[in-house]
């Protein structure tokens, strides 16, 4: 009897609790949609404008870029021009540059030849050798003066290090080729904003040949010095050539 009753209580607290929670639950739930309609009114109240402003400054952005900074239709026309000055003259370039120029056609000089053309710094130890074997090694003590064999070696030296020069600066300019072509394929698939970045590789570009260039000055103006000095040292070996012969007159006169 007493458990009976027991459980009777127990079902009549349970009831109790439930109809006693089910406002505080129902208050939760209105108060979470409140919540919400709270956030969401201020996300497109607050936040919203906001981000359309932000939108709007953007737009505007990019209509200044595209219309003035950057113009859209221009850099379309310079790609285009790019690509068809490419269509036209790279493969007139190819054939220009695959002519074979080569003309020398004893083995010396053909060896002297190719190793010059050849546009690889890697076989300039061999530009010495060859270079005896088609203008002669230096006479022996005997067979010349000091002074005209000083002379001979330093032309010889000068003459090797020009040549030598030419070598270095075919493949440098050979690998400026490349560049230049790199740039071109880039300019011609650039996009908006980004011609600064190939002007900066075209200007560092150009520093290397001007390098280049002012190094092959340096190697000509060498060979012009060592051309005048020669030909000054032949006037030297005249004047002294007439000195003696005079001596040689004086002498003899004076045995008459």
Known sequence: MI???SKKQALIVALVLTFALAPAARAGVADILMLLNT???TIKNGIGVALNGIQTVQKAERQLQQQILWP???INQAKASVSQVRAQFTSLAQQVHSLAINSATLANPKQLELLLRGQRTGNLGQVGGAFTNVYQ???PVGDASPSTRN???VDDALATGSLKSAVISDQ???QLLGVADSIEQQTAASAPGSAPIL????????LQSQAFLQRMLAAQLRQEAANLAHANMLIKESSA???DLNKSVQQVLSKQ
């Open 137 to 139: 090694p230096l006479p």
């Open 3 to 5: 458990s009976k009753l």
């Open 172 to 174: 440098a300019g050979e």
């Open 72 to 74: 859209v239709a221009v």
């Open 39 to 41: 956030i969401t009114s």
């Open 241 to 243: 050539a007439t000195k």
């Open 151 to 153: 002379v001979m070696d």
């Open 199 to 206: 002007t900066t590789q075209a200007l560092a570009a150009n």
